[in-house]
């Protein structure tokens, strides 16, 4: 009987270790401008082990096991792509991203008139100020410089 209680405390203390690395919020403090944000970029082809990897170095999950073992019990599909933290968030939360894809987008505004030079991109430099927006590419970066268009 004592052992069965002993196996049944260690469960337990078990089930409460990995309840606080799944639904405790783990990240970049609450309302961080894009400046200081979180960016992960999630390759496609990217296994589930190495995703929660880098979802760990990141300081986006608490435990890569916790995501593992959440993975595990959801089922679900994760979706490549770049992804911008900047709260904090239980891993569930994270996880929910992934797999629906809420990937990091930046918005591109052409002015009226302004698609002459957009058909003959090949003539247009390299310095173009439609150019994407240079920054260093990493598991977690900086926000980007946004690009701004000359004025009409």
């Keep these: ?6 196996l049944l ?3 337990l203390v078990a089930a409460a270790l990995a309840a606080y690395a799944v639904y405790t919020p783990v990240g970049p403090p609450a309302n961080t401008p ?3 944000a979180t960016y992960v970029d999630i390759a496609p082809g990217t296994g589930t082990q190495a995703i929660s990897a880098q979802l ?13 073992l ?5 089922r679900g599909k994760l979706i490549a792509g770049e992804y911008r933290f900047n709260h904090p968030a239980p891993a569930t939360e994270v996880y929910d991203r992934i797999v629906r894809g809420d990937v990091y ?6 002015p009226e008139g302004y698609n002459r030079s957009l058909q003959q991109p090949a003539a247009r430099p390299r310095s173009s100020p439609i150019s994407r927006p240079t920054r260093p590419r990493s598991r977690a970066t900086s926000s980007p410089t ?7």
């Excluded at 760990?56 to 995501?67: L, T």
């Excluded at 987008?105 to 052409?110: A, K």
């Excluded at 946004?146 to 009409?152: D, G, N, V």
């Design 56 to 68: 760990e170095e990141a300081g986006v999950v608490r435990s890569r096991f916790a995501f593992d």
């Design 70 to 74: 959440l993975r595990a019990l959801k």
């Design 34 to 36: 894009d400046s200081a």
């Design 105 to 110: 987008t930046i918005p591109l505004t052409i």
């Design 146 to 152: 946004p690009t701004a268009l000359p004025a009409m």
């Design 1 to 6: 009987m004592k052992f069965f209680a002993t």
């Design 9 to 11: 405390l260690l469960a």
